[in-house]
């Protein structure tokens, strides 16, 4: 599943990133300026293909993703 963030009250902090997408985070700088945030076990853990955040990382993505929008990064822990 991809959580696509919206608003900046609702950008995750670390712990939060992390219980949503199930384990330790890793994140990749997209194109376009926004964060996708992803499991960086989930290969190894044998997670489902996440097909909307592979479209976006143009890359395989597996397991829960969060996506967050440039504008909502500055002032961030990310």
Do not use: C
């Not at 397991?63 to 504008?71: E, S």
């Amino acid at each position: 599943m991809l959580l696509i963030i919206t608003k900046k009250t609702d950008v995750p902090n670390l712990k939060e990133s992390q219980a949503y997408i199930g384990g330790y985070v890793e994140a990749l700088h997209l194109p376009n300026g926004d964060m996708l945030l992803f499991d960086e076990d989930g290969k190894y853990k044998e997670l489902d293909i996440n097909i909307e955040a592979s479209k976006l990382a143009t890359i395989q993505i597996v397991g829960n993703a969060i996506l967050i929008p440039k504008k909502l990064l500055k002032g961030t822990w990310i």
